[in-house]
């Protein structure tokens, strides 16, 4: 307490600060997910000083390490990086602070950390404690992997004396496995995780259907005139167009991507969070260890790769507590070109990327409480159906569809071709198509050929996904075809009624009128 107060500045603990810092100083492992802003740092720094010896603490950007490092030398605590930025005068010097241990604090990217000379350095002093943020980088399955984490678990057996304790603002449950078990933690050794609430109570969410951006942006930013914010794009180039045109508009405004100049980069951030500029139009590059309380709104002009990114993107809105609006424009249109920025040579690699993509759709497509989507999509369970902050939540009932009819078709034609074919091979059933697999399998023969003729194909390709979103009927995986639930027999049976929307587009621009 003393050391929050007076190193710190801070009067209490925010929640689970108190026990994650237990934990840690009696040295037992410890895995950390926090939302972000939700005070991760302090977590390692406060035990970093109360341990006799060092506390290594690896992160992935040189701009986040120097952030850290300056902030923390500006509270009088000693504290330093080793990376390849720095002159090499200023490198020897701070690995002899450390080999005279003056050192609390030492920042190193995961790379560098497992240099040889390095380690040697290292193996001379007490290492208390490894910290890992943006752990999640670790795991193959999470949103960001990074393969110079995969590493870390190699080092982790070489700090024996050491509690290692691993930091995430987004980590699913099955990311949450995937770094327990590449680091080695064990309950048998005392390791437990601490995951904190995801919800964030101030944040509006909407979704609408993306027919015209550049006019729906305008469109919100009238309605939040005064308001500091940012606008998330796919492409450095889509960023640059959109700064120019919402310049040419008389908006304060600047681009920020990866593909500018370190100065211009710094210099726009800075006078974003200093409120000299009012909008930032950024790629994902930006925001990482942003810490700006006033940020009103998100706006997201094209989906983000994964849910994780969503969720980082629009927590940036609302810090300080009060309300924020994130908006999200969405068109089934974008996809491929997503798919295809997502898709690289490793095949494990783009699976869980495609795998990620196909999560956002499904949440862009949900017609159920997004917060509760959210929070299952971390593993909490939300406290309400209705959070009365999204736009499922505000939309009034009676503009959803009876798709009674619709479903019992679909479902007993996936269930008349044996639970095997794909939502194209029953769509085109359905339909009455005769192509030659319906011909091969003589499906043309089926009580369900042409039956649903009257909705379009691309309706019932919305309504296939309801369907699966909904539970009545799911995938073993992207190639397999659809099997029933025990929900659908429900339907069959003609006991549960089924709502949703024929058209996203009918759908989502009902909401965005619902809700300007
Ligand atoms: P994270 O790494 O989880 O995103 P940070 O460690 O950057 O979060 O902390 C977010 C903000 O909260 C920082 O401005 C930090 O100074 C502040 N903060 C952290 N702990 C406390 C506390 N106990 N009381 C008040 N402010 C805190
Ligand atoms: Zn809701």
Redesign the pocket.
Known sequence: MEL?KTI?G?????PL?KQIIDHILAKKDTLVV?????????CFQLPALMFDGLTIVVSPLISLMKDQVDQLQEMGVSAVCLNSSLPADQYRHHMSLIRQNQVKLLYIAPESLVRPQILEMLGAVTVDCLAIDEAHCISAWGHDFRPEYRLLAQIRPRFPEAVCAA?T?TATPAVQKDIQASLGFSADTGFKPFIGSFDRENLRIRVIFKDNPLQQTLGFLEAHKQDSGIIYCLSRKQVDALADQLAVQGFLVRPYHAGLDDTKRNRFQTEFIRDDVRIIVATIAFGM?I?KPNVRFVLHYDLPKSVENYYQEIGRAGRDGLDAECLLLFSHADIPRLKSLVTGPDEQQNRAAWFHLEDMVRFAEAQDCRKKRLLAYFGETAATDDCGMCDNCLAPADQVQDLTIEAQKFLSCVKRTGERFGAGHIIDVLRGAETKKIFQFRHHLLSTYGIGKEVSKKQWFYLSRQFQSKGFVQREDNYGGLTLTPEAWGVLKKETRVSGWLDPRHRLSQSSEAAT
């Open positions: 929050l710190f801070y009067d209490d603990f925010r600060q926090l939302p972000t802003g939700g005070g991760k740092s302090l930091f603002a260890g810490d």
